[in-house]
């Protein structure tokens, strides 16, 4: 069988975009050369980028993402996303790629932009009868007051943008006199806002993928973390602990699988996602904080520590994931 022409898109326009380097490193030196011709491309904000080497850059083909050699033209069977952020977690990139009809390994587009949305996530889920934090959303072009906001809402609670990621412009705020800075400080970050009550308890995160068309939960992640909370510092840094497989109980642990499972269906998930979860304390059940729909696979990410744990290789599991993209037609 022909090998498969696959573009590892990599990049992106945001802050995440020197994670993503990180995670296309990972994918790339564990993609199986026996069954996959692998085109390393970085989106870019100066341009659209085939990357043959560490010297050289040959641009995309924008009209159809196809890259002209001296001696071919390349056009992929698939693309392997690997963007953390805009635009190829938000929705945007897969939009332009089922206009032209090209597979990829992520969720598709409107989902994408949905689980980018973290209020809307919490929504979407809640009706699958999985536990959220009760929140409020926050518009800059509609302020709000501190007051009106704790009227909704018990102390402590969480204030974070609501497309970020990585933690930034995020305050856990305990005394009401703190909210005011706090919703300053994350409007820097977005034009929308999401103010949560602050779950006490246990966290954890778990990867979920399909393949041949069975929704797998993987093995669960605790984070441990010396900080307020996961925070940047925590995230990469270093300033946490991350075990696999956590040490939980069976009813724990199949109440996280199971709503894992459910979040990934209701939403209509492709591909590999990570959904982070706090076991409440005071009941005892999972509460899901976002779903991350690209997340990172650089060599101490948290998925292929799960891919491992789970008894996987790496070169398996990407392969796994192609496979199921170029079965799905957008
Ligand atoms: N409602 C909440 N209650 C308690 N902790 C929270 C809450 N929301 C977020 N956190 C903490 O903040 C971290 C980052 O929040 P999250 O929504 O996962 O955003 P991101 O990972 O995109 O920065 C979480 O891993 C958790 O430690
Ligand atoms: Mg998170």
Redesign the pocket.
Known sequence: MARKKIALVTGGYSGEAAISYKSAITVANNLDISQFDVYKIDIAKDGWWYLPDEQSRIAVNKADFSITLSDESVHFDAILMCIHGTPGEDGKLQGYFDLLGLPYTSCDAATSALTFN?RYTVAVAAFSGVKV?K?VHVFKHSPISPEAVLEQLQLP??V?PNN?????G?S?VTEASELQAALDKAFLEDNQLLV??????R?F?IGVFKSKGVITAMPITE?I?EEA????E??YQGKSQEITPAQLDDATRLAIENAAKKVYEVLNCRGVVRI?F?VNSSNGLP?M??V?TVPGQSAASIIPQQVKAMGWNLPDFYAALIEEALTTIA
């Open positions: 973290k934090a929140s609670v969480f974070k970020g990621g990585s933690s930034i995020m856990k949560e009550e602050f779950i006490a308890g966290e995160t984070i973390t909370f996961f925070n940047y925590a995230k982070d706090i509460y904080l976002e991350n």
